[in-house]
């Protein structure tokens, strides 16, 4: 079971990793990781299917393979990088465990949901974890998919929300509120539970009920969680750390 220290040291290194190759997006993947960092390592099994619909986030899962030693060292020092693997968002292929290119926000719980009916047509015990950011519950084409994910009730199916407010121009009730976005998602036939994002118990709890339905997990999450200058900052979504706040992040994560 993952203890405080393995969160901390999947944040020290996804800090480095975007600091080094000069990239953005680092407070949506720290509001991401607590959960990925569960669900690779205390739920997902090898016929399961994990599927990273918000790819902005791409470093946090990255960090979770990581941290599973699924990807090396020299892996992460090409984060972003000209011919690596490892872009900004997640590969269409060479790396085994993720299935779909995704970050057309949008698409990948429609994608999640065909991987969960395959699965249930093959009589596969085969389970699909697909990670959403709160933004792209105001797309049609999400909503179209959980239309069809309870229509065929994919019990197999379990969608995380990344609720941190906050997308690329501001807070998400702001551009297009839906507040409170889970009130709206109990009206279809799911199971439903709004949890605290970075509290791994209530995550592993929430994982491993027993399920008759899709069921959908909110986790409230903070943009920029564990760094304190960035955390709750629209500008956390798309600007690169300075030398500066690199070295400040890294204290402030190697004391807490």
């Not at 057309?104 to 999640?112: D, E, K, N, P, V």
Request: net charge negative; with cysteine.
């Amino acid at each position: 079971m993952l203890v405080s220290e393995d969160f901390l040291k999947a944040r020290r290194r996804l800090v480095k990793m975007h600091f080094e190759s000069g990239v953005g997006h680092i407070g949506g993947n720290l509001s991401s990781l607590d959960a990925m960092l569960v669900v690779f390592h205390e739920f997902l099994s090898t016929s399961d299917k994990f599927i990273l619909s918000k790819g902005h986030s791409a470093g946090a899962l990255y960090i979770a393979l990581w941290s599973m030693g699924r990807l090396e060292e020299h892996d992460l020092n090409l984060f972003h990088k000209d011919n690596t693997l490892l872009a900004g968002h997640p590969p269409a292929k060479g790396v085994p465990d993720i299935s779909f290119a995704t970050g057309s926000l949008g698409h990948g719980l429609s994608l999640a949901a065909g991987t969960a009916l395959g699965f249930k047509l093959k009589n596969s015990n085969g389970r699909v974890v697909c990670l959403t950011s709160d933004g792209e519950w105001q797309e049609g084409a999400t909503w179209e998919a959980l239309i069809f994910s309870c229509h065929h009730r994919l019990s197999n199916l379990t969608i995380l929300v990344d609720h941190n407010n906050l997308q690329g121009f501001g807070s998400t009730d702001e551009i297009a509120s839906m507040s409170p976005l889970w009130e709206k998602l109990k009206g279809f036939d799911v199971e439903i539970q709004v949890l605290d994002g970075h509290d791994a118990q209530a995550i592993r709890t929430a994982l491993n009920q027993q399920r008759q339905r899709v069921t959908i997990i909110a986790l409230r999450t903070i943009k920029g969680k564990g760094v304190s200058f960035l955390e709750n900052r629209m500008d956390s979504h798309y600007l690169p750390l300075t030398l500066d706040q690199f070295q400040k992040a890294t204290a402030e994560l190697s004391a807490t």
